[in-house]
């Protein structure tokens, strides 16, 4: 018989307590905060074909352990400079009496990260995760904000799962997702009143596969590899690791409020860079004509228009989107970037991933799935001055595509060239791991707004979500803050979609949704027929932030958070309500009685930018109509 165990690791300040015990030889860990249940115990374990280490399991009597203080330059993403605080304990396990894992926790004040270890097994230097018990039960009464996994090779051109499908707020736990395919990452969970669990996964690389969360029976929500069927059926949906090896990290973010879940950078905490940066890479504003006009209109013409819109803008970059190889070529894309450069503006490029995995048919294609093509294309464009590269279309999270990502990243560096991934993964701590990443999309982003009214009419209440759930934990290349009233090539009345969103509210999400490098959804008619403020806010708009504040506001409801660059403060919110919100904000980063700037709506969504006094409580009344905005900033 195998004796109960109890461990316990605390938090720096003492509030966040996970506790780990090895009852009847199953591993398990529970978390609580201010002595409140967040998780019930939950199983922990894997199991490989060099060992099933989630049964028999001892937890030998010694615990290592370590406290962390780190400090980090983050200047992509959420705060320029990250403070780590973390104890670290690694919990040695054996089984039939022979070393076989770690189980390596690290607790912050709000964030707990946890991976395994596996060991050498007998002569076995390599092994195949068949299987992560890792789970989390929730107490009952927790809510979910989930966002479903896709079937495989669905969708345009088969290119399914990328991370596009909607959210159901506030759901009971019990389900799993659109058939029974489970939700991706990240996922938040309102925990009764006592507060908010983000459960999500950090520094995977090509050593493992991207999980998501399968939701099961009683509360208990587990790790699930890819499904077979992604990548056209190529690959293993195991991942398989060298031994000695690690498994990416399991994180879980607490909070009795959302600020936690808003604030945190445990996805960059315990991750390292994977190389080091062939230069100083520059975040960039930008624009892109793919947005309104779609794909005809990759013509030189229109693209040199845009180079001319950037440049007036004050941006230094445009992006050429699908299918420049055939309707521009590469002889006028080479004047085109020569033109750029006498504007100051430089180009980023359109590729797509494939490849075998599925049929979308945009050029270029076949050069970036190969190294070879790859670095030869690469080679060209360092000599001609691209900035960056928008690779479209992966075909899923299995190991085999996770190395795809990081070759590019890999290769792209060589040339001093930033990526951006579309129609992709969730990256997982990226930001930090690969120092020439852009951003990624991995969510509902603006195409959708052109392509159907739908999504135009419940653009704020999917707006409302992400600052608490998709970009809490990375950059989101959402490619938005459109000025025109319509989707379509000139803003024509009556055409197209039409955007049910306030002027207000397309300069709070440029605010709201962040990714270090923006290529925004403007237009070189919105120079005339959008307002003066509205354009002058995004010519100066920062993409890149010192810090990061959550302010007010609930997932699907309404959003107000607050960043800093510098000495100035942009404290961006939207409502997707119904009703009119009227709030009075406590703005503790403005001194009582400051004299600050307040662009808001009235009730027929019409903008306008007038002056706000601070009270003395440094507080400040502000109203927002359903689908309307404000920021202040000083
Ligand atoms: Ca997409």
Redesign the pocket.
């Known amino acids: 018989m195998l004796k109960a165990e109890d461990k316990k690791i605390t938090s720096p300040d003492g509030k966040l307590v996970v506790q780990i015990s090895a009852n009847a030889g199953l591993p398990s860990y529970s978390v609580s905060y201010n002595g409140k249940i967040f998780l019930k115990p939950s199983p922990i374990g894997l199991k490989t074909n060099v060992g099933d280490f989630t049964k028999d399991v001892v937890l030998n009597d010694t615990v290592l352990s370590n406290s962390i203080d780190n400090t980090y330059a983050l200047p992509n993403i959420k705060k320029s400079q990250v403070h780590y605080q973390a104890n670290e304990a690694v919990f040695l396990c054996s089984k039939n009496g022979k070393r076989a894992i770690d189980i390596i926790f690290r607790v912050s004040n709000n964030d707990v990260a946890f991976r395994y270890k596996v060991y050498p097994q007998r002569d076995k230097l390599s092994c195949v995760v068949n299987e992560e018990t890792s789970g989390f039960i929730f107490p009952e009464g927790t809510t979910t904000f989930l966002c479903p996994q896709s079937k495989p090779m669905v969708g345009f051109a088969r290119t399914m799962p ?1 991370y ?1 499908t909607s959210y159901t707020p506030d759901a009971p736990m019990g389900e799993n997702g659109r058939d029974n395919n489970g939700f991706t990452f990240p996922s938040l969970f309102k925990v009764g009143t006592q507060g908010w669990v983000l459960i999500s996964e950090t520094g995977v690389d090509s050593r493992y596969c991207g999980s998501r969360l399968i939701g099961r029976a009683d509360g208990l929500y587990t790790i699930g590899f890819p499904m077979e069927g992604e990548n056209n059926g190529n690959g293993t949906a195991s991942p398989g690791i060298m031994l000695p090896g690690y498994t990416p990290w399991r994180t879980i973010t607490v909070g009795e409020t959302l600020a936690p879940i808003m604030e945190t950078t445990v996805p960059f905490d315990v991750v390292e860079p994977r190389y080091e940066a062939s230069q100083k890479y520059e975040y960039t504003k930008g624009t892109w004509s793919w947005i309104m006009k779609m794909d005809g209109a990759t013509v030189y013409d229109v693209q040199k228009q845009y180079i001319d819109f950037s440049a007036a803008m004050g941006y230094n970059t445009v992006l050429v989107d699908a299918l420049w190889d055939t309707q521009i070529g590469y002889k006028k894309i080479e004047e085109l970037a020569k033109y750029g450069a006498s504007k100051n503006v430089s180009l980023y490029l359109w590729y797509n991933s494939n490849g075998y995995w599925n049929d979308a048919p945009q050029g270029p294609r076949g050069i970036m799935d190969n190294t070879i093509a790859r670095r030869k294309e690469m080679a060209w464009m360092k000599s001609i001055g691209v900035k960056g590269i928008k690779v479209d279309f992966f075909g899923g999270d299995k190991q085999v595509t996770m190395k795809l990502y990081e070759d590019i990243l890999y290769d792209a560096n060589d040339y001093g060239i930033m990526v951006i991934f ?2 992709c993964t969730l990256p997982r701590g990226w930001e930090r791991m690969y120092p020439n990443y852009a951003a990624s ?1 991995a969510v509902l ?1 603006s ?1 959708n707004l052109h392509f159907g009214q739908h999504s135009c009419d419940n653009e704020a209440f999917n707006a409302c979500l992400h600052p608490f759930i998709r970009n809490a934990v990375g950059s989101m290349d959402f490619g938005g803050s459109a000025l025109n009233k319509f989707y379509n090539s000139n803003n024509t009345p009556n055409r197209g979609t039409k955007r049910v969103t306030s002027d207000v509210y397309a300069l709070a999400t440029a605010v709201l949704f962040q990714s270090g490098v923006q290529h925004f959804a403007l237009a070189p008619n919105n120079l005339t027929d959008a307002p003066a403020w509205a354009v002058d806010f995004m010519k100066t708009v920062p993409t890149t932030w010192d810090e990061v504040r959550f302010i007010d506001g609930y997932p699907g409801k309404y959003a107000i958070i607050a960043r800093r660059q510098g000495d100035k403060w942009y404290v961006a919110g939207i409502n997707a309500q119904k009703e009119t919100i009227k709030l009075k904000l406590k703005l503790p980063m403005f001194a009582a009685g400051s004299q600050l700037s307040l662009y808001n709506d009235d009730a027929a969504l019409n903008g306008k930018i007038t002056p706000l006094k601070i009270n003395k409580k440094q507080e400040a009344e502000i109203v927002i109509p359903c689908n309307g905005g404000i920021v202040i900033v000083n």
Do not use: T, V
Request: proline fraction near 0%.
């Open positions: 990328s596009e579309h129609g999309e982003a195409e």
